[in-house]
């Protein structure tokens, strides 16, 4: 098995074609500094969480990358394959993650319009020095080449981009996971399922922001109001509300009306989700937990999700209830 | 449900209640809001009490529906005043997110602005009082903001409009390229117009400490040919100053509605009001001025004949015939009147109207001086007062209002002597005239002078020795 080089074959290795693609993709839970890191045979998972009411989730699937390889730890005899507990998990600082991802640029679809000559990218050297739109893979018909590898348990994440002749090496620390529940969303159980255009839940979301609110309470219901979110400020309220014009709630799916509130922070963090996906997937169980599924569509046709748990704040009647009273205290910090 | 106060917008309305909005948030935190039967008014009062913005919204024009019932307590006051109306205070801050910028890029994404409606709850039996705006969506996207609001008494400054003989209107698209060359850091606009020219000057005196933008007082003089005014009635040599701050506030709103300003003044230390109007919507500004209005420099401003007959001015004249030589007036009419009757004195012809052309005008400049060739700096004075323009009133028409200071009783003190004028003028013009003889070249010289003789801009004992050379 092993080769020539210095050590055996690493765990994982996996190219991508496109640095960008998986940058805006983390992005989306940035609200972390720190991201726990599950390598599957199916591709990478990445979850960030805060304060444990909230968790973001990213599953970058092997059909993002051009080559993907998992090799199961050979020293390691252990019979069932199908254990999640097996796959090499750990965490890694997101923030510099991301920064790697980014060194040669990388630019929202606004920033784009500066077309700067092509023939300047043909040297690489002056990719690193700022002017990133100059060098935009796009225009130049060239990807953002990025290959990630993990040798071993405890080694650091490698992390080496090329571009235009130009190579990074980084190494990444990783560290020993923190958590491993998340937030669970009782599917059987679901108080309501609403699927709607993402940037339309990021309007509503930014039209509450005029309140400065700490929570936001959504509630929706089988009859008129269908759908609302609405919160509370010291300048006063404010309220958007939803029909249940097909045009606008793709799917609607409420068997009796729901209220639940969350911290309007913690929803405002997944902003960026919200703006780069298509579609959003609003679910809540009959305990309140929420869900956001973002659908975004992904270059080269596909579609990637990305996944937000949000623990309610504890309702009046549900007051004494055990699991209720820690959710209260983290949410009250 | 009727509420004291409910209206609709369309779209557009929106975004012109937002770019009110907008101006208004350079005058002051607080909005407030006074609605009567026929028109809503948006206004805002700066904290040194020297600007006071207004946006009168016009019933019909302006709203797509308006309705305004007054609640008993607000009828029993009405008994006091001329009508019932509706006010109360709210933060800008929070209206500017309610009707912050939503037509362009909403648009695309399908949730644009249809309509808007406001109700305010402010019922006795009502617990919760709140302005109450209900964003009506396209797809049934319904936005409800409930503000809170604080009952206040509103307050407008008066502007006298009969007093105000300097006018001057101007495309507001002019201005808009002329304040961008003000610099960021000057805070006082002086306007100035001599021999057909406006010159604004934006300057500053304060040097800032810590800022390295500053370190030299700033000074920018744009000069503007009356020409390129739709209207310029304005007395020769007067230097009036504003804040930039608030000029550029004002035509920044002015040039989204696409009209003319017009601005009037009597003179520096009275308040100077912008207005323009459009839609529906009129626009006020009132300002206090700076300046020192140098009795030496300037003589009544020949618009004054304007407003009265010659009979009519004559007869004050002999009325008044007793109180020379020395009149001091004691209204503003009878002000205007005596100033007339030493024009009159001056002149032949009184009834030709006013000189449009800068060098008729010159006949009202002070002969004692040098003419300057070029404008002069405006002169560095007079901090803001902040009682000048508003002030508590003692008797008021119909409405708790402020009124302007009475400035007769101080027109000694700004120095405005018609006599001393006089006389040195007359001297001067008989020498001026026995001199045309003698020097045919002197008089082709002058402009044309429509039967009204032009002083000489010169000391004729100057004029005299250039030929003399000859």
């Not at chain 1, 960008?20 to 990445?46: M, N, Y």
């Not at chain 2, 626009?283 to 003589?299: D, K, N």
Request: aromatic share 8%; glycine share 4%.
């Amino acid at each position: 098995m092993a080769t020539d080089g210095n050590a055996e074959r690493p765990l994982f290795s996996a190219v991508s074609n496109s640095a960008r693609q998986l940058f805006l993709l983390l992005r989306c839970i940035s609200f972390a500094p720190k991201a726990q890191v599950q390598i599957t045979q199916k591709g990478l998972r990445f979850s960030a969480e805060e304060s444990q009411v909230m968790q973001g989730l990213v599953f970058l699937e092997k059909s993002l990358f051009t080559s993907y390889t998992y090799t199961k730890p050979v020293n390691e005899n252990i019979d069932d394959d199908d254990d999640e507990d097996t796959f090499p998990i750990f965490q890694i600082s997101l923030s510099s993650l991301l920064e790697t991802l980014q060194i040669f640029g990388i630019n929202d679809i606004k920033d784009r319009s500066t077309n700067h000559e092509a023939s300047y990218g043909a040297n690489g050297a002056f990719a690193r020095g700022g002017a990133a739109s100059a060098f935009e893979t796009r225009f130049l018909g060239m990807t953002g080449m990025c290959r990630l590898s993990y040798a071993a348990d405890g080694d650091p994440l490698r992390i080496t981009l090329e571009e235009t002749g130009v190579t990074t090496n980084c190494e990444l620390t990783t560290f020993e996971p923190e958590f491993r529940e998340e937030i669970l969303l009782q599917r059987e159980n679901l108080a309501q399922k609403i699927i709607m255009r993402a940037s339309w839940l990021h309007d509503a979301i930014n039209e509450l922001s005029s309140t400065s609110p700490s929570r936001l309470t959504i509630a929706a219901s089988p009859s008129a109001p269908y759908f609302t979110l609405s919160s509370n400020g010291p300048l006063g309220s404010a309220m958007v509300e939803f029909s249940k014009d097909p045009q606008l709630l793709e799917t609607f799916q409420v068997p009796s009306r729901t209220v639940n509130t969350y911290k309007y922070s913690l929803i405002k963090s997944a902003s960026r989700a919200m703006e780069i996906a298509s579609k959003v997937s609003i679910r809540c169980d009959e305990q309140g937990v929420l869900s956001l599924q973002f659908m975004i569509e992904v270059e080269g046709g596909g579609v990637s999700f990305v996944d937000f748990r949000f623990v309610p704040y504890l309702s009046q009647d549900d007051e004494g209830d055990e699991e209720g009273d820690t959710v209260e205290d983290v949410g009250s910090e | 449900m009727a509420h004291a106060l409910s209206f609709a917008l369309s779209d557009e309305g929106v975004v012109r209640i937002h770019d009110a909005l907008i101006c208004l948030a350079k005058f002051g935190e607080q909005v407030s809001l006074e609605a009567r039967h026929d028109r809503l008014t948006l206004a805002a009062l700066n904290s040194s009490k020297t600007a006071y913005a207004s946006f009168c919204l016009d019933k019909t024009t302006f709203f797509q529906n308006y309705h305004y019932s007054p609640s008993e307590a607000q009828s029993q006051r009405a008994e006091a005043e001329a009508e019932p109306r509706f006010t109360c205070q709210l933060y800008n801050k929070a209206l500017l997110s309610v009707f912050k910028g939503r037509l362009a890029d909403n648009r695309e994404r399908g949730t644009a602005v249809e309509r808007c409606e406001v109700h305010v709850q402010d019922e006795p039996d009502n617990v919760e009082c709140r302005f109450v705006v209900k964003m009506i969506c396209r797809h049934g996207v319904i936005k409800t903001y409930k503000l809170t609001f604080e009952p206040v008494e509103v307050i407008h400054a008066l502007f006298d409009k009969q007093n105000a003989k300097n006018k001057w209107k101007i495309e507001s698209n002019v201005l808009r390229t002329f304040i961008e060359y003000f610099g960021a850091g000057t805070e006082l606009l002086d306007i100035y117009s001599e021999e057909g020219r406006v010159t604004l000057t934006s300057y500053t005196e304060k040097v800032i400490n810590d800022m390295d933008i500053l370190k030299h007082p700033l000074r920018t003089s744009i000069a503007i040919d009356t020409l390129d005014f739709e209207e310029f009635i304005v007395e020769e040599k007067l230097r009036i100053g504003i804040t930039v701050k608030d000029f550029k506030a004002i035509v920044t709103h002015a040039e989204r509605l696409k009209t003319s300003v017009t601005a009037m003044y009597s003179y520096p230390t009275r308040p100077m009001q912008l207005a323009y109007g459009e839609h529906g919507m009129l626009c006020e500004f009132t300002l206090v001025t700076i300046g020192e209005y140098r009795g030496g420099s300037a003589t009544p401003a020949p618009t004054n004949t304007r407003s009265l007959s010659r009979t009519e001015s004559e007869q004050r004249r002999s009325q008044q015939a007793s109180q020379q030589p020395e009149p001091v007036p004691s209204d503003p009419s009878s002000r205007q009147s005596s100033v007339h009757a030493q024009t009159l004195k001056q002149r032949a012809t009184a009834d030709m109207p006013p000189p449009v052309e800068p060098a008729s005008r010159s006949f009202i400049k002070d002969i004692e001086r040098q003419r300057p060739l070029r404008p002069t700096p405006p002169p560095p004075k007079a901090s803001l007062d902040p009682e000048s323009l508003f002030l508590p009133a003692d008797n008021m028409e119909d409405e708790n209002v402020w009124d302007e200071r009475s400035y007769e009783d101080e027109q000694d003190v700004l120095g405005w002597n018609p006599h001393a004028n006089r006389e040195s003028f007359s001297q001067s013009f008989h020498s001026f005239r026995q001199d045309q003889e003698t020097t045919p070249e002197n008089l082709r010289a002058e402009p044309e002078d429509r039967d009204m003789r032009v002083p000489p801009t010169q000391k004729l004992s100057d004029i005299r020795g250039m030929f003399d050379e000859d």
